[in-house]
């Protein structure tokens, strides 16, 4: 593939996330010129500009491209009508927004990078799951799939299009790692429900590396699994967890404890999974740092 110099300049929505946070760092390290689209911004990354309003910036002359991260999380409260709301408005209004925000600037920008997830596949058991596979019906696929279509719809030619469907992101300073830490560390961290439930993760420095790889090649366009090539089941990654942190992992969390604890979060995303493989990044030439669980979770744990 023939790379290119990342883009002088990058608009990035959801700055003020997990994944945001590490991605603008990632981004000012490479001497990137980049804004930040958040209307409450709680920290403030030196040499970066923050801007409440897609009204308060013009793409500048040369090339730009935009990574669309905004998102409520779904794992911010217990889910209601008013929780689905939010989650599809951060979402998909927002997306639609950023494409006309796109399609408005004097100097195009070259690239959108935009968010979505592997809740669009639905739930398949152990069906392996590539960017070609077809969705099933369900609340986090037709999400996922609005979200999409709000990209894709009105997008100018002239702006390259990458959708990437993120996994489980592990990070030690946000994501569900975290929280996973405290039960795993007190020797409770044991397989949710039956634990036969595949989860797709990636470590937060290869989601990262990923969208800057995005960005380099322009012949990347369309959809691409945000994922690392080994997925495990639920089971096996406590078991890998209990093992890195020298604890026991055995003592389940049955799933009707689960469900009466988080409703349906727990049934639509903790207890259910895909089984997902990051095939056309492969396929592309994209190097994983941490393609494997065992040496992520020691980076991130050490």
Known sequence: MNAVPLPGSVLVTGGTGFIGGHLIAALSARGVAVTVLSRSPREQHAGVTYIQSLDDFQAPEGRSAVVNLAGEPLNSGRWNASRKALFRDSRVNMTRDVVAWCNAQRYTPETLVSGSAIGWYGHRGDEILTEVSA???GYSHQLCSDWEDAARAGLADNTRLCLLRTGVVLGADGGP???MLGPAKAGLGGPLG??????????????????LWLLEN????GVF???APNPLRQGEFARVLGKVLQRPAFIPLPAPVARLMLGEFAEE?????QRVEPARVLAHGFQFEFPSLAPALTDLLG
């Open 194 to 211: 039956g634990g036969a439930q595949w989860w797709s993760w990636i470590h937060v420095t290869d989601l990262v590396s990923m969208m």
């Open 225 to 227: 699994n945000g994922t």
């Open 177 to 179: 790692l975290p929280e």
């Open 269 to 273: 995303i903790l207890l259910k999974g």
């Open 135 to 137: 969705g099933a019906s």
């Open 218 to 221: 322009p012949s990347c366009s």
